[in-house]
């Protein structure tokens, strides 16, 4: 295991294995004693030397990555990246939380939610623009120290389709030798995120045919109280691989004590019906494409019963901590009537709090 190390302000914990569908890795876990966030160095091979090093900066994506949504290309550049480097043989991806371009989940969740309610006449560049945002706020400081803290000193060969990321990277001070495509193949729930991106400047091609339609109504709605001290950030459809696609609404929270976001996840109308229930424990290592993952295998499952029974709620839950009273309190909101029974998984009994 590698010993604790700080480079700037990039503090290095730990190293775990990765045992990814492509084959082991060691992830090296960062803290960022500035922005209080942990950032991953997935790394294959040796990567000192002085030959280049093929690599990949990835900005997380915790809807597509934790969810299963398919309405970007997030998780599927995630995945593409591994199977490239470990076709290498050698390489890093490197894995910052910079959800939402940088500006953060609820920038992110309340830009779709703008989207949505506008039919689609609305990019994800100008929600950006209406909240007050600039396109792309991330930055890549931890790049180059988690680069030099895994002993990487050779320039990079980016994969990536973002001619900014490089311009970005290197004035950030890490050597870019190169990049490489990832090809990702748009389809009716991603495609008008992908054109938006295609035509501000990303080398992709976000193909013909028709946005998949949404089931129903969104509104773009202002921040409001609701009960157990939180506010309602935003709430929008997010189509999930079940594994067919299939529309849940996610309900974004902030909880104004613990100063946390709060998300639930809603399929079908919960109030006609008695629902299933699950709280799905959200890992970092499992929005990588694990072997055997555990947390996310059960989301899945309990994803595809509550299509198949026709409607269901989640609680998401960070890491292995129970849910509060505060989570509880949102999750039985979403209850009107009280009547819902727990997601029954393969090989075991079930209830809410059992993910």
């Known amino acids: 295991m590698s010993a604790p190390a700080v480079a700037g302000a990039l503090l290095r914990t730990h190293m775990a294995p990765l045992d990814t569908v492509h084959g082991p890795f060691d992830a090296h876990c960062f803290h960022d004693l500035t922005s209080g966030q942990p950032a991953v160095a997935v790394v294959r091979g040796d990567p000192r030397g002085d030959a280049p090093l093929l690599a990949r900066v990835h900005s997380s994506c915790i809807t597509s990555e934790a969810y299963g949504a398919c309405d970007c290309d997030c998780a599927e550049q995630l995945d ?23 500006a953060g989940f609820a920038a992110k969740a309340r830009d779709r939610m703008l989207v949505q309610a506008s039919g689609n006449r609305l990019t994800t560049f100008e929600a950006y623009d209406r909240l007050g945002l600039a396109h792309d706020q991330r930055r890549y400081d931890d790049v180059g120290l988690a680069a030099t803290l895994v002993g ?109 976001e709060r998300v639930v996840l809603t399929h079908g109308d919960p ?65 009107p009537g009280g009547r819902a029974q727990p997601v029954r998984h393969a090989g075991g009994p079930a209830s809410p709090a059992d993910s």
């Open 80 to 102: 593409a990246a591994l199977a490239h480097i470990a076709a290498e043989g050698r390489g890093i991806l490197f894995y910052l939380t910079q959800e939402g371009r940088g």
């Open 152 to 260: 990487a000193t050779a320039p990079l060969v980016l994969l990536t389709n973002n001619p900014e990321k490089l311009a970005s990277l290197r004035q950030a001070g890490v050597a870019v030798a190169g990049h490489a495509p990832l090809a990702i193949a748009a389809q009716p729930y991603s495609r008008h995120y992908l054109d938006a991106k295609s035509r501000s400047g990303h080398v992709l091609d976000a193909g013909a045919g028709a946005n998949a339609e949404l089931p129903e109504p969104v509104t773009a709605e202002a921040p409001r109280a609701v009960g157990a001290g939180c506010l309602r950030l935003a709430s929008y459809l997010l189509p999930i691989r079940t594994p067919r696609p299939a529309w849940f609404r996610l309900h974004l929270y902030f909880d104004l004590v613990r100063r946390r």
């Open 271 to 335: 109030a006609h019906a008695e629902p299933l229930l699950h709280v799905h424990h959200e890992r970092l290592f499992e929005r990588f494409p694990l072997r055997a993952p555990e947390s996310r295998r059960r989301w899945q499952e309990a994803a595809a019963a509550m299509v198949a029974h026709g409607t269901g709620v989640t609680l998401v839950v960070e890491g292995d901590r129970e849910p509060d009273a505060t989570a509880l309190g949102l999750l039985a909101s979403h209850v």
